[in-house]
């Protein structure tokens, strides 16, 4: 069963606008949710998890455990926020699972 | 300090032909974790280890898929018979503590079964 949804596979936008990467999730728990992100030949690293609360590089994150939602947001996209965006989520910390990605490209 | 390794980082096997892949998970670290990559997909769990246990090996795809950490350190993952469908990138993660700790995550081996 898909446990995590990224509906978007490419999601374009241009320096300076908003950006807003979808993730949806099928969990009946209390998951934590995860964000990763994977920059051009660099590996897979964390970029927030939303038990931290934290803005990371300008990126925020709201569980939405209503619409069992997990959007990642940023209010001014930079070029170098160009990547590739993985939603995960864990229930135990033994097992993680992944979305299966949104390329974000930063237009000049 | 160094980050968690992985060698080979390209393997070519012929259909059949078994492969062992290593990660070398950063120093210290109790848990960890092997994902497979296909194309265009996100990581999917394969095992999990905490120190020399194998906690959960719900994802392995079939028994010819074999992963071990014996002295709770480094880990091999084992493919036996080696499949087409089994191209991909084959990632290892670890952590310090099982928990709520940051996966710190391998360059992966990039696997191409002809």
């Known amino acids: 069963a898909q446990r995590v949804t990224q509906p978007e596979k490419l999601l374009s936008v241009f320096k300076g606008a908003p950006v807003e990467l979808k993730c949806n999730y099928s969990?009946?728990?209390?998951?934590?949710l995860f964000w990763y992100v994977q920059y051009s030949r660099q590996r897979l690293q964390l970029l927030l998890r939303?038990?931290s609360r934290e803005s990371i590089k300008g990126f925020t994150a709201d569980l939405n455990k209503g619409e069992t939602s997990f959007h990642l947001k940023k209010p001014f996209a930079q070029e170098e926020d160009s990547a590739m965006y993985y939603c995960a989520l864990s229930y135990n910390f033994n097992k993680f699972y992944f979305g299966s990605g949104t390329k974000l490209n930063v237009k000049p | 300090g160094a980050g968690v390794s992985q060698s080979p980082r390209y393997k070519v096997a012929k259909r059949g032909q078994d492969v062992a892949l290593r990660c070398d998970p950063i120093s210290g670290h109790v848990s960890l974790f092997w994902y497979q990559q296909a194309l265009g997909q996100g990581p999917e769990f394969l095992t999990y280890f905490q120190n020399e246990a194998q906690l959960d090996k719900s994802g392995l795809p079939s028994d010819r898929f074999f992963a071990e950490r014996p002295e709770g350190s480094v880990s091999t993952l084992k493919i036996q018979r080696t499949q087409q469908e089994d191209s991909a990138v084959y990632l290892c993660?670890?952590?310090?503590?099982?928990?709520?700790?940051?996966?710190?995550f391998g360059p992966g081996t990039r696997l191409l079964v002809l």
């Open positions: 993660a670890s952590s310090l503590v099982p928990g709520r700790e940051t996966q710190y």
């Open positions: 939303h038990i």
């Open positions: 969990y009946s728990g209390s998951p934590e």
